[in-house]
């Protein structure tokens, strides 16, 4: 009965949040606004609510089936054109979060596998996941992606405004 009150709670503070945010036009409204409602209920209530894990997995799914079914030949012809670049973008990411990576471990004593996972490019509920199974410091990786993808968010259409008057 309790993981039922934890859900309900968790997902109408999710609800609401992103409602709110969406409302209130925000970038990134809807998932920015449910992390925070979630986060603002947390801190409210200073109770260890979580989603099951069963939950957890089932929303990878969901998000997973949501970005196949997006999947079309066009992407594959694009893909064709620009792999190039596409390589160049990962490789350059991979690479820039390894040197962030052994940064941080040498500076602030963050461990290696915490460090290299926290700063890999990827989707927070991957790097998380794989931060689980890889035994490193899951809060820490989970805080440095929530953070990444807040910033990204928030940022993201100030920097193409920017972008489009030199290019």
């Known amino acids: ?3 039922l009150t934890h859900l309900v709670l968790i997902m109408g503070a999710a609800l609401a949040g992103g409602l709110l ?3 209130l036009n925000l970038p990134g409204s809807v998932i920015i606004g449910a992390m925070l409602g979630v ?3 947390k801190l409210c209530l200073a109770a260890p609510l979580a989603l099951p894990r069963q939950w957890s997995l089932f929303i990878q799914i969901v998000v997973g089936a949501t970005v196949g079914s997006r ?6 012809q694009q893909l064709r054109h ?3 670049p ?3 973008s990962a490789l350059l990411l991979i690479f820039l979060g390894s040197v962030m990576a052994v940064v941080f471990t040498k500076f602030w004593g963050i461990d290696p596998g915490t460090a ?7 989707a927070m509920t991957a790097m998380t996941g794989m931060a689980g199974g890889l035994n490193v410091d899951i809060f820490l990786v989970l805080t440095f992606h929530i953070t ?3 910033l990204v968010i928030l940022l993201a259409p100030a920097i193409m405004r920017i972008s489009r008057m030199f290019l």
């Open 1 to 3: 009965m309790q993981q």
């Open 21 to 23: 945010a969406s409302r």
């Open 39 to 41: 986060i603002v209920l």
């Open 71 to 76: 999947f079309s030949m066009d992407m594959l």
């Open 82 to 84: 620009y792999a190039v």
């Open 86 to 88: 596409i390589l160049i």
């Open 116 to 122: 290299f996972i926290s700063t890999s490019p990827g």
């Open 148 to 150: 990444r993808v807040i």
